[in-house]
């Protein structure tokens, strides 16, 4: 009877762990290439099974333009940490999020404050925004 009261015991405190990748956007997994750049850019956003990412814009071959992405959860709280070059990493508060949607802020970030990322008939859609003006992104999946 006791093997049986510390199985069930155990499978209980099993159960009550979550999964903290269950809340991740996985739609956002892939490589994607931006449909929307301006003429001689060739922008990809590369993301990872472990919700890294890599955000790079090519004019001709030379690399213009590179961000180090990922989600990571502090407090049970999921964020999107942007690094760039030479600069710390700035983190964006998840404010809203769907199955194909989410929304980070960090309203002290100077451009941009708010960053959203959804898919729309197989594309993944970003948009990037400040009160004064926003910036539109249309990725393709390569893979």
């Known amino acids: ?23 991740y956007p996985d739609f ?3 490589k994607w290439q931006r449909t929307n750049d301006k003429p001689g850019n060739t922008t990809f956003e590369i993301w990872k099974d472990n919700y890294t990412g890599l955000g790079f ?21 999921l964020y999107l940490q942007v690094e760039s070059v030479n600069e710390q ?10 199955d194909s949607s989410f ?20 594309l993944l859609k970003a948009k990037v925004s400040n009160d004064e003006f926003d910036v539109a992104f249309v990725f393709e999946k390569l893979q």
Do not use: H
């Not at 009877?1 to 809340?23: G, H, P």
């Not at 814009?57 to 709280?77: A, P």
């Not at 802020?105 to 197989?122: L, S």
């Open 57 to 77: 814009t090519l004019k001709e071959s030379d690399t213009v333009f590179k961000e180090i992405l990922s989600i990571v959860s502090k407090n049970d709280t």
């Open 28 to 30: 956002l997994l892939g």
């Open 89 to 98: 990493p700035t983190l964006f508060k998840f404010t809203e999020q769907t």
């Open 103 to 122: 929304v980070c802020e960090n309203p002290q970030n100077e451009f941009p404050t708010k960053i959203e990322y959804w898919m729309e008939n197989k």
């Open 1 to 23: 009877m006791r093997i049986l009261t510390f199985i069930a015991l155990i499978l209980l405190l099993n159960s009550c762990q979550t999964n903290t990748k269950e809340n």
